[in-house]
């Protein structure tokens, strides 16, 4: 059983990461603004100052009980890697000390074979490459000093995630103060795309969970009747947090605090067994790495609270799944919110244009920006009553949408104010009204003073959605400053770009229910695009504008591109396959022997009525034998079906992207059925036979 501890927060903060504040304490002053400035500008890091910030960090996590290192790297697996080295070097008298070089701080050598390359190289070449990240700091981690790095073959492909995300990140910092030149800012020398991204989970009890093969092998239930009581009051949400789930919260909070993860939210979400935690936001590069923090502590710290912690899209069918609510915005140097609207935003001219950017970007990549959020666990999700649809749309509220049909009218001359709200309770004040409501349907929403794009799987990186975003605003961006650099009067031009946008784009932009027929039928015939599936969604990342889009920006060649397509589709066969090899065994080697064992035992309840000559009524035990027996056969059958249908699969020639269609569509559409007539079964089924823990147990059983 977990114990509070008592403790300082102020304290505890950070005390296990080599931050700004570690750094000025223990660098030498010339050595720490050499840093800073690599940091900062990206001034190249000299092997000198490596070999003295590797020093300092060596001693330092020593202290904080370090025996080894490991370059922490984000491969395309969408998890994070790491390979531990200790400090340890021998001595020519036989003994040991601790050392740690400059070269193996900027530097690792891991075995890139076994990583997805997606045809980028052969199987047999085995060199990669990782390079140390040093605008994400490191951090010590259960004795063991973790260094953030991008990851790279030996001949330059990018392997992971990393790389592309602080690509765009420079991509969109050029092209943003480029925009603020011309409107006569002059200090600002970076431009930093911040995200906070809002997490959510499931919680259930260890115990049940090992007895559920779908959920060990897949993350999700293959299997599961709906139960008697769901979501449908929504006592769920935002209710009162069980002890059990308390304490697990109160340990995980310490466990991100002292790893330097702003944990400021917490609360129950909509479906029994779910909740969320949500940081503090800050640059895109340290979010990404602080998600995989994230993800990586609720697992462990569940597990000792003696939970498992599920962080698949869907775990539970007729429930809300979970996902990942990435709030993206820009902001200068010195801290100035670009995407701040201000009190009079229709006066803002910079902000404006900046908005635009965003609309204009989402409305011409929004194939790219579904793309970021595919994976075979949101196909599941996306579309259903708790998620956006798959078609992208804006959603700005009512002012914003006032303020560009002004624009698009001939210029902007008022805005819309949000008053004050009145409660009707003398002892409780008039409080500020918000200038706009929230639509929580809306897959990409302005929110204040940010964007908040609510498609992002929950288990997935945010490092993909995060690089897609930077790279279409920073085209974007680019586009208006060539224009506007070559303009005779600036002010003429911002006006004519700003209505030349509005009027081409604003079908992108939606304030209504998401969740609607009407919409879809709408969005239809605004020509919106609705990719509805990962399969679908892959190939528009090698559409010839979108490789030109990131070739011209040096965020990924072509050939990279290629090889991301692969590793999409081949990522999408294998979990699929793994689900339909699970659910047959599940069927023959748990459910079906339950089943036969219910119907025995029925059977020989009515053998027995029979031989006692009573005069007694067997009808409703017939009728109970015929369905289930009757039901049985139909899963066995769907059952085999399945395995002819995988059989024939292992046997096509068809290339990656054939094959993935061939599991959505046949495959996918099988399994479909064995579940169907599965969880029909479990309805009739006593009980105390049924092989694992029903939907009921794992719900509400914490």
């Not at 640059?283 to 000792?304: E, G």
């Not at 695009?529 to 679908?536: A, D, F, G, Q, R």
């Amino acid at each position: 059983m977990y114990k509070e501890q008592t403790y300082s927060l102020t304290n505890v903060f950070g005390s296990n990461v080599f931050d700004d504040a570690a750094m000025r304490e223990r660098l030498p002053k010339l050595t720490y603004k050499a840093l800073k400035q690599t940091i900062d500008e990206g001034i190249p890091l000299s092997p000198q100052v490596a070999e003295i910030v590797a020093n300092a960090m060596k001693d330092w996590a020593i202290e904080k009980g370090a025996t080894h290192y490991s370059h922490w790297f984000q491969p395309m697996t969408g998890i994070t890697a790491e390979k531990h080295d200790s400090f340890i070097s021998r001595t020519s008298d036989g003994k040991v000390i601790m050392e740690f070089s400059g070269k193996e701080l900027i530097k690792g050598e891991p075995d890139a074979s076994s990583f997805p390359s997606g045809g980028l190289r052969a199987t047999f070449e085995a060199r990669g490459y990782t390079a140390w990240d040093c605008t994400s700091p490191a951090f010590v981690k259960d004795s063991t000093l973790y260094i953030p790095t991008a990851f790279c073959s030996y001949n330059g492909e990018v392997l992971d995630k990393k790389t592309p995300l602080l690509r765009s990140m420079e991509a969109i910092s050029k092209q943003a103060l480029r925009i603020l030149r011309i409107f006569g800012n002059t200090k600002a020398k970076r431009v930093i795309t911040t995200v906070g991204a809002e997490q959510e989970y499931f919680l259930i009890d260890k115990e049940l969970y090992q007895k559920r093969k779908d959920i060990i092998f897949t993350g999700r239930t293959l299997f599961g009747a709906k139960p008697s009581k769901g979501q449908e009051l929504g006592d769920h949400y935002f209710g009162a947090i069980k002890e059990r789930v308390s304490f697990f919260m109160k340990e995980l909070d310490q466990e991100l605090w002292k790893l330097g993860v702003l944990s400021k939210t917490k609360h129950n979400e909509v479906a029994p067994a779910q909740h969320e935690i949500a940081p503090i936001y800050t640059t895109a590069n340290i979010a990404t790495d602080q998600n995989h923090i994230i993800m990586d502590t609720l697992k462990k710290v569940a597990l000792r609270h003696n939970l498992v912690c599920l962080l698949h899209e869907k775990p539970f069918a007729g429930l809300n799944g979970s996902g990942k609510h990435n709030n993206w915005s820009l902001s200068t140097d010195d801290g100035q919110n670009l995407l701040d609207p201000g009190k009079t935003p229709h006066e803002n001219a910079q902000f404006l244009v900046f908005l635009c950017a965003v609309i204009k970007g989402v409305d011409e990549y929004a194939n790219l920006l579904r793309l970021s959020a595919a994976s075979p666990g949101n196909d599941h999700r996306l579309g259903a009553s708790e998620a956006p649809p798959a078609i992208i749309s804006i959603f700005l509220g009512d002012q914003l949408t006032d303020i560009l049909q002004q624009m698009e009218n001939g210029g902007a001359t008022s805005c819309k104010k949000g008053g004050k709200l009145k409660i009707g309770v003398s002892t409780i004040p008039n409080l500020p009204k918000d200038t706009t409501d929230r639509n929580r349907t809306s897959p990409f929403a302005f929110t204040g003073n940010k964007f908040e794009f609510r498609m992002v799987p929950s288990s997935a990186s945010i490092a993909g959605p995060n690089f897609i975003l930077n790279t279409i605003v920073a085209e974007m961006l680019c586009q208006i400053a060539d224009r506007l650099e070559n303009a005779q009067d600036i002010n003429s031009e911002v006006q004519l770009i700003l209505k030349e946008i509005v009027t081409k784009h604003k079908r992108i932009i939606f304030n209504g229910n998401n969740y609607s027929e009407e919409w879809i039928k709408e969005a239809e015939k605004r020509g919106l695009p609705n990719i509805k599936s990962t399969v679908e969604a892959v190939k528009t990342l090698v559409d010839e504008k979108n490789v030109e889009l990131f070739e011209k920006h040096n965020i990924l060649t072509r050939h990279e591109l290629e090889s991301r397509c692969e590793i999409i589709l081949d990522h999408y066969i294998k979990t699929i396959n793994i689900e339909a090899l699970t659910t047959m065994d599940i069927a023959n080697r748990q459910i079906i022997p339950a089943v036969i064992n219910y119907t025995t035992s029925v059977a020989n309840s009515i053998n027995s009525i029979i031989k006692t000559g009573l005069d007694v009524d067997t009808m409703a035990q017939k009728e109970i034998l015929k369905e289930v027996s009757s039901l049985l056969g139909l899963l066995k059958k769907n059952v085999s079906i399945l395995e002819k249908t995988l059989e024939e699969a292992s046997k096509l020639s068809a290339d990656t992207y054939n094959l993935a269609l061939f599991y959505k569509d046949n495959i996918f559409v099988k399994m479909s059925k064995v579940r169907e007539v599965a969880d029909k079964l479990e309805t009739l089924v006593d009980e105390k036979i049924w092989p694992f823990p029903t939907y009921g147990e794992l719900l509400f059983n914490i």
